[in-house]
């Protein structure tokens, strides 16, 4: 074996002594050689709990064993078995358990918010994003807004300055949705005084939180937001395409005036099974729901949110600012030398976990796959130059950052 460098050395005497001890046992880690990758992927696919295996199997055998007993015999009953979320998901976001529900995937529920809380005008019609949205979202956004009878280059808005432009065209803004954390660069917004700049300019504020979830402390309820919606494949680690969730603001759970788009999971589950005709509405955000909720996909994010609870957001806040300051720290280090440029802002209080590299002029594909098949170092490229690495707090260590760093020096050293 050959001698650690003082680098690394310090890498491991920060793991060891950190007050936060990882969780990373109790994931599954891609192999490496005969050890485990860095996998700093987490912000597009987490990675899997021990723990899932047997969470699913007990669903697999209580639906052998039981049939259609299952919705009401099964260990973990099947039919109020989105109401075990509730809580969890709450304390997530810093909601109000009534505020939230689990269902579908992440654009669909972007979808079904805006069904109910775009309500353009001809006067005021616009939707404004960010001008590095995430494709779905701008996709999403551009076919509501045609889907209402408006042309979408003209309806939608993407700027990097929401706040002037609010200022300068709020009256005819009628929908805001930012990602919390921008997907490309990594930079936190000001959920709060995002937030109220839309409410003063007379739009609807509704919030993409699927970098978010997970990653840092939300006190959604607090912001006044009307509405936001996540993913749990990322920082949650629910798995390829799992469930997303949905808040919806206090003051909007019992306006019967709002256009939601229904099914026999819409109604009061007290009479659900009386088979009328028509909804009975309930006052929570469980009346954005649709479908039956699909228990395997379910599963997974229940223990997700179990995981998180246990740790705490706070906890896992502060040692994700631990790493990713030294993950930081080192990257300076490695783009000292001008090939590279870190374009997530460099103040902890405006970015997450994750941190965004710039290597201009180089194709960052083939790079990140270098690093994977050479270095067992897991990021992910966004086109055209851009290489995310993200230390998860829940199972990524200093000494993963550090490997990180020297397989990137030593290839772009090449
Ligand atoms: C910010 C953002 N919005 C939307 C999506 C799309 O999510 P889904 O395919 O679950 O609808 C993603 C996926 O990575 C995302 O990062």
Wanted: glycine share 6%.
């Amino acid at each position: 074996m050959t001698a650690m460098q003082p680098d690394e050395q310090l890498a491991v005497v920060l793991d060891a002594s950190d007050p936060l001890p990882t969780r990373r046992a109790e994931f599954r880690v891609p192999p490496f050689g005969t050890g485990e990758a860095a996998y700093l992927a987490g912000n597009s696919l987490g990675l899997q709990p021990r723990a899932l295996r047997e969470r699913l199997e007990t669903e697999l055998d209580d639906w052998a064993r039981l049939g259609v007993e299952g919705h009401t015999q099964a260990r973990r009953p099947w039919l109020p078995y989105h109401e075990l979320l509730r809580e969890p998901a709450a304390l997530l976001v810093g909601a109000r358990p009534e505020e939230v529900v689990v269902m579908n995937s992440l654009t669909i529920n972007l979808h079904l918010l805006m069904v109910s809380f775009y309500r353009p005008t001809p006067r005021r019609h616009a939707i404004v994003i960010e001008d590095s949205a995430f494709p779905s979202d701008s996709y999403a956004v551009r076919s509501q807004a045609a889907f209402h009878g408006f042309d979408p280059d003209e309806a939608v808005v993407r700027t990097d300055d929401v706040a002037a432009y609010l200022d300068e065209e709020g009256e005819r803004v009628a929908l805001v949705l930012l990602g919390a954390v921008n997907y490309f660069t990594g930079e936190l917004f000001d959920i709060d005084a995002i937030t109220a700049a839309g409410h003063a300019a007379g739009a609807v504020v509704g919030w993409d939180l699927a970098h978010a979830a997970g990653n840092v402390p939300l006190r959604m309820h607090d912001s006044g937001a009307d509405w936001a919606a996540w993913c749990s494949y990322k920082y949650l680690n629910a798995g390829p395409g799992s469930l997303a969730g949905v808040f919806v603001h206090e003051r909007h759970l019992a306006d019967r005036a709002l256009p939601k788009f229904a099914g026999w999971w819409s109604t009061d589950p007290r009479t659900r099974f009386e088979m009328a005709p028509a909804v009975t509405p309930v006052d929570t955000a469980d009346s954005w729901q649709v479908s039956n909720p699909p228990i395997l996909a379910m599963a997974p994010v229940l223990l997700s949110l179990e995981m998180f609870g246990q740790t705490g957001m706070e906890a896992l806040r502060a040692k994700s600012m631990r790493l990713t300051d030294y993950l930081a720290s080192l990257l300076a280090q490695v783009c000292a030398a001008g090939k590279a440029e870190v374009i997530t802002p460099p103040d902890p209080g405006r970015r997450g976990a994750q941190l965004s590299v710039r290597i201009s002029g180089r194709d960052v594909r083939p790079l990140t796959e270098r690093l994977r098949d050479e270095f067992g170092v897991y990021t992910d490229a966004r086109s055209p130059d851009v290489l995310r690495l993200a230390p998860v707090p829940m199972y990524n260590t200093f000494h993963d950052c550090w490997r990180a760093a020297a397989a990137l020096a030593a290839v772009l050293d090449d």
